[in-house]
């Protein structure tokens, strides 16, 4: 069994289980990393909130690699902006997306078809500082 399994079908929750909640569990369970992220009242809803947050802290926490790095941090575009967290997973020889979605909680896709709608994609690969 890969690790990502574990997370699958888990439900998103704005207030208790975002895209950034999942991305940090996975670090800290699955690759013993020590991350800590924003309390949920510091962290906006909105998508453009989100966006600016993102792009104020990400570098904070994350350092931009030019690949994926199993079990770390991908951006990606939410309606155009760079306001969702996925996580890299490597799984049956090929890039996976692990992320947590508004209305359908944990999926995992291929990194190649990761898309959150016509303005979707990936902003970005990152490292975890630590």
């Known amino acids: 069994m890969h690790w990502t399994e574990k997370y699958i079908g888990r439900v998103f929750d704005p207030l208790i289980y ?3 909640d999942l991305a940090v569990e996975v670090a800290n369970n699955e690759f013993h990393l ?3 992220s924003p309390e949920h009242a510091l962290r906006p809803i909105d ?3 989100q966006a600016t947050t993102i792009a104020l802290m990400k570098d ?4 931009r690699v030019s690949e994926p790095v199993e079990g770390h941090p991908v ?3 939410d309606r155009g902006e760079p ?3 996925g996580v890299a997973a490597f799984v049956n020889g090929q890039w996976q997306c692990l992320h947590n979605l508004v209305g359908m909680g944990v999926v995992m896709e291929r990194m190649s078809l990761v898309r ?3 303005g979707g994609g990936i902003e970005g690969f990152y490292q975890w500082r630590i």
């Open 47 to 49: 998508n453009g909130g």
């Open 18 to 20: 975002d895209c950034l």
């Open 75 to 77: 951006i990606l575009y």
């Open 34 to 36: 020590s991350i800590t």
């Open 116 to 118: 959150l709608d016509a």
């Open 83 to 85: 306001s969702h967290i």
């Open 60 to 63: 904070d926490f994350a350092l």
